[in-house]
Nanobody, 119 residues
Framework: QVHLAESGGGLVQSGGSLRLSCAAS????????MAWFRQAPGKEREFVAR????????NYADSVKGRFTISRDNAENTAYLQMNSLKSEDTAAYFC????????????WGQGTQVAVSS
């Protein structure tokens, strides 16, 4: 069965760093766009970052550009989100998602991992 498992979340002081991991199984990981989304309390889910199947292209939300880096290791079926210079506004549940190229939606989702940034 398809499974995405996020890990690496936790509590961190503002200005600190965290690295989230997303371990994938049950589908052809190297054929999928991978992305990170987040949802803060009382807010809608928002896009954070995405990476093309081979890692050649990346895209970021303006709010995280220059601070976050998305990457992937297709040999290990794992996507990552390196988060630096964390702010309290980054506090949210972070979700990993996968999409086939040109599908227009993310059909696979993880369960989420909580990131809390204290001021």
């Amino acid at each position: 069965q398809v499974h995405l498992a996020e890990s690496g979340g936790g509590l961190v002081q503002s200005g600190g760093s965290l690295r989230l991991s997303c371990a994938a199984s049950g589908f052809t990981f190297s054929s999928y766009i991978m992305a990170w989304f987040r949802q803060a309390p009382g807010k809608e889910r928002e896009f954070v970052a995405r990476i093309s199947p081979t890692g050649v292209t990346t895209n970021y939300a303006d709010s995280v550009k220059g601070r976050f880096t998305i990457s992937r290791d297709n040999a290990e079926n794992t996507a990552y989100l390196q988060m630096n210079s964390l702010k309290s506004e980054d506090t949210a549940a972070y979700f990993c998602a996968g999409s086939r190229l040109a599908l227009g939606r993310y059909n696979y989702w993880g369960q989420g991992t909580q990131v809390a940034v204290s001021s």
